[in-house]
């Protein structure tokens, strides 16, 4: 045999062993989603990948929410005498009221489809979910949960002695055990705590907690579609609202559109405002503490006209209409003699070589923070860095105390609103609502109908003595191990532990930290 036939035949055996080697995990399953903390009022604060209850953590550390805080799965936001909102990647919003624990328990990602997993510990919030075809949204309050596949609005209050949601748009489904509610607009759905009977009935009259996230979804649905005329973004739109409401558009040549803020000179420079916090599964990222300071910080790229001044543009919003996820839209260079600065990414940079914005300075890190960009010499050597080193800044997120407890249950001093407060009501009483009569521990059976997903685990923040609900399983079958890239189970893809068609994507206890992601891939938020 020459050399030619043994070539041939080496070639062939290769080729036949690919053709019947494993298939490899979409490129898309190693996207982690990160969202964005969009709205604080007051006291807010949030914990990374506690363990159980959050509230019952002792060893959780928490730390004050900013304005633009990436929120990734594992998170816990918490607010006291406040309220936060959370945008996700296609608009879907979150509203937390006053005294209310948010778990986002799931925020993974396969083949495009976004599963949304999120646990109501304690407290009052509201969610706005247009689910694109494949998503799935589910929040978990009590011992019920509300699933979207859809278009809708709806509201879950959870406390000590039982849970309540309100549907305001569309339709939802409400899971508890092996059995399902439907729900449409105007109709609430009650539980106590510890009972399988459930009580449908008219929704209630809006209050001022309602009144205020409506308004919020309202502005910021307008706000967007003005501005994404702008953008070739069909599978992400959070933050440009902000960018309609902050800033202008422009023609910026061959470019496209540029954007820049309101009330800038030419002396601005990005970066000029906000601040730096570090996560373990990303590393440094930046938060603008401007209202638009989410976008043009973790997507796109920025550019320098002599008639403008600095200007972000919209791109890298690549396959399915996502981009890659930034911690900030900066390269970090170091010199020679060690030192180490920042320069803003152009839409033409090629990886590992030198930044085209060089030419317009470096912004140094000095003290643990940025400094004003200084000019570079023609014989100056910068070395780029894929990200920096974590004892380089120092972070402007503080310390927070944990939040509290609240007992809360149905009252009938509080019949007026409807709602949960202080007090006690005791099983088999009722309450007059407003426009309904809740009667708790009533004797009306669900409809049984398919459920998406199967029972989710208890956020029920008491009663120790009922039976612990098992994790949701994913609500996608999949014949492929959710995880990293290379397809191997606990990949750090942030989209999930790698698992089995029809297991839990998280531990078998609520106990287990979230995974982590090395990627930062992501949709914008």
Known sequence: MNSRTAFRSMLFVLVCALLVGPRPVSADASHARIIRLS???????????????????????????????????????????????????????????????????????????????????????????????????SVTGGDFTAEVTGRAAFRVDNFDDGSTVDVSRGHITVAHKRDSTPLEKGQALSMAAGQDSVQVSEANAPDDFDRWASGRVDSVTTATSASMRYANSPGYSSGFG????YGSWFSAGGYGYGWRPYGVGLGWSPFDSGGWGFDPSFGWSFFGSAPWGWLPYHYGSWIFDPGFGWAWLPGGFG???????????????????????????????ARGKTPINMARGVMPVRNGALGVATPVGADEKWKVL??????????????ATAPTRVTRSVSADNASTGRFASGQLATGSSEVAGKRTVRVGATAQPKTVPSRGPATPSAR?????????????????????????????????????????????????????????????????
Do not use: C
């Open 319 to 349: 396959y399915g209409g996502y981009g890659t996820w930034r911690g900030a839209t900066g390269t970090w260079v170091r010199s020679r003699n060690g030192a180490l600065g920042v320069v803003p990414v152009h839409p033409l940079d």
């Open 386 to 399: 894929k990200s920096a080193p974590r004892e380089s800044l120092k972070s402007n997120i503080t310390v």
């Open 242 to 245: 902000d960018l309609y409401t």
């Open 39 to 137: 709205f604080v009022q007051g006291d807010v604060r949030f914990s990374r990948d506690t363990h159980g209850d959050p509230l019952n953590d002792d060893k959780a550390l928490w730390e004050a929410g900013v304005l633009n805080l990436p929120v990734r799965q594992g998170y816990v936001l918490a607010t006291d005498h406040g309220r936060a909102e959370v945008e996700f990647e296609n608009g879907a919003m979150a509203f937390l009221s006053e005294n209310t624990v948010l778990e986002f328990y799931d925020l993974s990602i396969e083949d495009g489809a976004r599963t949304t997993r999120l646990i109501l510990r304690q407290g009052t919030a509201s969610f706005s979910v247009s689910s694109a075809k494949g998503d799935y949204f």
């Open 461 to 525: 923040a008491t009663a120790p003595q009922r039976r612990p609900i098992n994790p949701p399983s994913v609500p996608r079958s999949t014949t492929a191990v959710r995880g990293g890239a290379n397809g191997t189970a606990g990949g750090n893809s942030g989209g999930g532990r790698g698992v089995p068609s029809g297991a839990s994507s998280r531990p078998s206890s609520s106990t287990g930290s979230a995974p982590r992601s090395s990627t930062g891939g992501g949709r914008p938020h």
